[in-house]
């Protein structure tokens, strides 16, 4: 059995980072909305509560009642979720007098609390919460203090019940791996068995059985996430999978060519298709990004329908959703998340059972689940990609004259990063083609043609970004060579926006 800490959500923003934080102590975790802890699973050694927007004496904060689990395991609180048990056991929190956000150090640690091993007095760690609990309730006692906050951390006397106000999941808590793999591994008892392996081999096993005989399809993209499904699923089923690769018209320069040969390589059964005159003629002289969008949605479910309906049988649709993708769905606060659903509606239109081997999982697990499965490292490490592609990077209505030039562009400036190292240093990039022309000089001539703005971004999750911070010298040479080599380019521009308030894409 596959065991796992079970992290309840109270709607942080640092929920995801916590999951993290356990998996990278080889423990395999699960985050559930505060109010859906499941009972009855054998399988969980250790419970860990997040921190929360609210708190805890709001009308509105989030709730449960803690006793159902003390004593039956081991149970940490972070932040909110240590001043809610505190609260509801008869603690006081109040809002701090002097609001600790931000940097603190220990001053008083409780050196032989198993929470606490090698845990040094003078450790640094990060507090966001304005609340601090000033009393905590009968039978639990202090095991670490700031000089702000008496109570930086608690145990339940004689119980497995810690709360820590600080946030241990980030970087910036120098002890918070420390602390994590004191609960997890060191309390909670976690065999430390999760990996890349672990994974391959468990979810072959029960993809075999969850699917059988059946015949499944699968769109690819090109992007990691439905590769990595793929090869994982051709792993477990081999020919009974079948994947569609389906070409709008707006990858990248000589994209659909290479990345189909990628896939032949690894021995998918994959349906390449030209859809491009379609998409083309759909798209022609349509400006408004919404629709932009809309209209290559839905021609990629004509097309991926159409094609699936040749074979015979299919049963189930597979994607390659992973975790961050679900989160939406999970999300307790109600706060939105952005997410592209490019084939949202497939499931529906082709009435086919849904099969996300990937749903469980972070982009750099998919990436270590990809190379486990000896798949080539510039398939694994390829740069995010819009599913409508470079129709949002053209500003306006698009023409295959246009997609032209931009993939020219396109292809010196990834290149160029690859060429100097440095493809590996951003999250993703691209180029993007104004609707703008403005005069320049070439030779003798006057030249009017279009600007393009170069856009590279550093990031984690894509929810924020930073411009990258590229060398001059180096946008430079690429900003001549698109010059000197793209037709109809007399201009170009750097990106120096971050996310937020811009974001990635400029559509
Ligand atoms: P934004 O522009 O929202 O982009 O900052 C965040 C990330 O999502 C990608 N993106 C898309 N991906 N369909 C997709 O599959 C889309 O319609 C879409 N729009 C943006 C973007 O490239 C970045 O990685």
């Not at 609180?77 to 048990?85: D, E, K, L, P, W």
Request: proline share 5%.
């Amino acid at each position: 059995m596959q065991e796992k800490i079970i992290i309840l959500d109270f709607g942080s923003q640092t929920t995801q980072l916590i999951g993290r934080r356990v998996r990278e102590l080889n423990t395999y975790c699960e985050i559930v909305p505060y109010n859906k802890f499941p009972y009855g699973d054998e399988s969980v050694i250790g419970v860990i509560l997040s921190g929360s927007p609210f708190s805890v004496y709001d009308d509105k904060a989030f709730k449960m009642d803690i006793n159902t689990l003390r004593g039956k395991l081991p149970i940490l609180g972070i932040c909110y979720g240590a001043q809610m048990m505190a609260y509801e056991n008869g603690g006081k929190v109040e809002g701090a007098p002097s609001r600790e956000y931000g940097r603190a150090h220990l001053t008083t640690v409780e050196e032989n609390n198993p929470l606490l091993h090698n845990v040094p007095v003078g450790s640094q760690v990060w507090m966001s919460h304005g609340d601090t609990i000033t009393a905590l309730p009968e039978g639990f006692h202090h095991i670490a203090s700031t000089n702000e906050v008496p109570v930086a951390a608690y145990q339940a006397e004689g119980e497995q019940l810690w709360g820590v106000q600080f946030h241990p999941e980030v970087f910036h808590s120098e002890c918070g791996m420390q602390v994590l793999s004191n609960f997890v591994v060191g309390i909670c008892g976690s065999r430390q068995d999760w990996s890349a392996a672990s994974f391959i081999e468990t979810t072959v096993a029960s993809l075999r059985e969850q699917l059988g005989n059946d015949k499944v399809v699968l769109g690819l993209s090109g992007g990691v996430d439905s590769s990595v499904a793929a090869v994982l699923l051709n792993k477990a089923i081999g020919k009974n999978l079948t994947c569609i690769f389906v070409d709008h018209g707006m990858l990248r320069k000589d994209e659909f060519r290479n990345v189909l040969h990628d896939y032949e390589c690894l021995g998918l059964n994959v349906i390449g298709v030209d859809a491009s005159a379609k998409f083309f003629s759909e798209l022609a002289g349509v400006t408004d990004p919404e629709r932009k969008r809309k209209i290559i949605g839905k021609g990629f479910i004509d097309v991926f329908d159409e094609e699936a309906h040749k074979i015979q049988d299919v049963k189930w649709l597979a994607q390659g959703t992973i975790y961050p993708d679900c989160i939406e769905s999970l999300s307790i606060t109600g706060t939105t998340i952005k997410s592209h659903h490019n084939v949202g509606g497939l499931p529906e239109k082709m009435n086919l059972k849904l099969c996300e081997p990937l749903r469980l999982l972070f982009k750099d697990e998919v990436r270590a689940v990809g190379r486990e499965l000896g798949m080539p490292e510039h398939l694994i490490k390829r740069h995010p990609f819009p599913g409508p592609g470079l129709a949002v990077r053209i500003l306006g209505d698009i023409t295959p004259e246009k997609v032209a030039v931009l993939q020219e562009a396109d292809h010196i400036f990834i290149q160029g990063l690859r060429d100097a190292g440095l493809y590996d240093k951003v999250w993703q990039a691209g180029v993007i083609l104004l609707p703008v022309q403005s005069v320049g000089v070439m030779g003798d001539e006057r030249t009017y043609e279009r600007a393009v703005a170069l856009r590279a971004v550093t990031s984690t999750d894509a929810m924020t970004a930073d411009w990258a911070h590229l060398p001059y010298e180096f946008l430079g040479k690429v900003s001549n060579e698109i010059i000197n080599k793209v037709r109809g380019v007399n201009r170009v521009t750097y990106d120096i926006s971050s996310k937020p308030p811009s974001t990635i894409e400029w559509e």
